[in-house]
């Protein structure tokens, strides 16, 4: 029991510690701190509300969607008060009999509120209205009501476009845990699975990566965070993918890739972060998005490759199990890129077949190739 523990704190450690030293996490988000930022810049955010508003976290929307009302209700029921108390129609005023009021039924506080709140959300219930002889209210109820238009629209707007917010959409594409180096037609790649949970397509959907790791010039200049562009590609070419089901996309090392002066013993000892990105636009919204992902040497798997996940059923159906999507198996691999290039016989390509567990044989009977004049 307490090795289990013990187990599971050692990795929950690590699993803290990969997540610090990554400039982007697992599920895309950024983890950078902006420091020592000029107190003039930050009003820079309030010029561009809209994008404040919609950017901030749910909890403070709704906070401000509560405060926005019930602070306009509250200060147009001051008013409204006022107004009555101007117009001697509060009880403590004792009004005569034939007293007419601004507004029927608010002798205080209270109902001064409740008639601002029935009044800004023209909920109007019947046992307050104005009256025609304060021009004051008229004026009141009529700033009221294009204010309180205003606010609805400006929640409104926030509301649903944070609801729409395209990096929503984003949660539905998933990557592989894991990266893994293998042969494959005849090149040593590095290859990385993508997968749509949804069946509706992401349309002009465009992969890259970058790699970012600290390097040191000729002039002792050191560098933090370098970037090096990283080309992934699949069979049909890397732009304009047909993503209705999961891609596998692999980067060819070659004698221009970072990863060529690396080898099997080595990788994991290095220092850097591949980033990769995927953008596309949703096609049932039509907005543009991104998704990002990250991994670090830890999670890169040097000789494997990954198990088939799609299959074809006797009926005709295609199948994806998603329980193989980032499993992978050993290959023979030279165990490094320039030996994989330059040496005679490191070129270990398995030959073994992997079966897909899931796959359902069929019978296909092939018509006579008979040409009828």
Sequence with gaps: MFGSLSKRFQDYLVERRSRRTRLVTKDGRCNIEFGNIKYSNHFAFLADFWTTFVEIRWRFVLFLFIAAFTLSWFIFGLLWYWIARSNGDLTWQNPESDHTPCVDNVVGLTTAFLYSLETQTTIGYGGRAITPLCPGAVALIIIQSLLGAIINCFMCGVILSKISLPKKRAKT??????????????????????????????????????????????????????????????????????????????????????????????????????????????????????????????????????????????????????????KAVPVATAHCAYCFHNIKGNHHHSKDGHDNQGFEVIDINDPPNVTKM
């Design 173 to 326: 594409i998933t990557f592989s845990d894991m990266a893994v180096i293998s042969p494959k037609n005849g090149s040593l790649c590095l290859s990385i699975r993508v997968a749509n949970l949804r069946k509706t397509l992401m349309i002009g959907s465009q992969i890259y990566g970058k790699l970012l790791r600290t390097t040191n010039t000729q002039d002792g200049e050191t560098i933090i965070m370098d970037q090096v562009n990283i080309d992934f590609m699949m069979d049909a070419g890397k732009d304009n993918l047909f993503f209705v089901c999961p891609l596998t996309l692999y980067h060819v090392i070659d004698k221009s890739s970072p990863f060529f002066e690396m080898a099997v013993d080595t990788l994991h000892r290095q220092e850097f972060e591949l980033v990769v990105f995927l953008d596309g636009t949703a096609e049932s919204t039509s907005s543009a998005c991104q998704v990002r992902t990250s991994f670090i040497p830890q999670e890169i798997m040097w000789g494997y490759n990954f198990l088939p996940i799609i299959s074809r059923s006797k009926e005709g159906k295609y199948r994806v199990d998603f329980s193989n999507f980032s």
